[in-house]
T-cell receptor, first 111, second 113 residues
Framework: GDSVTQMEGPVTLSEEAFLTINCTYTATGYPSLFWYVQYPGEGLQLLLKATKADDKGSNKGFEATYRKETTSFHLEKGSVQVSDSAVYFCALSDGSEKLVFGKGMKLTVNP | SQTIHQWPATLVQPVGSPLSLECTVEGTSNPNLYWYRQAAGRGLQLLFYSVGIGQISSEVPQNLSASRPQDRQFILSSKKLLLSDSGFYLC????????????FGPGTRLTVL
């Protein structure tokens, strides 16, 4: 079946550091890909998405590019802030009723 | 715009007591609805989903059940809670249609003592 593999961390960075969270997927067909963020004590929020190969999703300084050739959707941010401390989930939709989530990665950014 | 509500926000219950968590969605019709559980602040476990009134699909065998009495209402229940039912419960909705994202509610923190 379809699956998502992502870095699990936890990861601790200093403010203004560069962030990369790797995400690779296995799916038949051409899924849509998502990054969700969960701040402490809250539900998940959609951070960005891409629906076809070579699409780049971006939001709040975060970017991810849908790479069909490497089946990847890595999340990047050039300069993280303390407020980016959260758990990040990569997910895919293959057209069925369910989303497939990675296990999530906890990021802590120190001042 | 669409909004999703969950209540209560937090709940502390004794072992063996019943449970009812409610989720409602506003601003959309005929959504797909989902219940997830999250333990230890990390991974998501899909418990139930529903594609219409009265239609429930169970993903994990357990002592929980779900019901959808109205189009935009989704209820998670238990007759007798176990310690292992403690966790963060998230409701989500998704508009029908291929490849769409899900939108999550604020969650309910359940502690079973």
């Amino acid at each position: 079946g379809d699956s998502v593999t992502q870095m699990e961390g936890p990861v601790t960075l200093s403010e203004e550091a560069f962030l990369t969270i790797n995400c690779t997927y296995t799916a038949t067909g051409y899924p849509s890909l998502f990054w969700y963020v969960q701040y402490p004590g809250e539900g998940l929020q959609l951070l960005l998405k891409a629906t076809k190969a070579d699409d780049k999703g971006s939001n709040k300084g975060f970017e991810a590019t849908y790479r069909k050739e490497t089946t990847s959707f890595h999340l990047e941010k050039g300069s993280v802030q303390v407020s980016d401390s959260a758990v990040y989930f990569c997910a895919l939709s293959d057209g069925s009723e369910k989303l497939v989530f990675g296990k999530g990665m906890k990021l802590t950014v120190n001042p | 715009s669409q909004t999703i509500h969950q209540w209560p926000a937090t709940l502390v219950q004794p072992v063996g007591s019943p449970l009812s968590l409610e989720c409602t969605v506003e601003g959309t019709s005929n959504p797909n609805l989902y219940w997830y559980r999250q333990a230890a602040g990390r991974g998501l476990q899909l418990l139930f989903y529903s594609v219409g009134i009265g239609q429930i699909s169970s993903e994990v065998p357990q002592n929980l059940s779900a019901s959808r009495p109205q189009d935009r209402q989704f209820i998670l229940s238990s007759k007798k809670l176990l310690l292992s039912d403690s966790g963060f419960y998230l409701c989500a909705w998704r508009s029908t249609g291929d490849y769409n994202e899900q939108f999550f509610g604020p969650g309910t923190r359940l502690t079973v003592l």
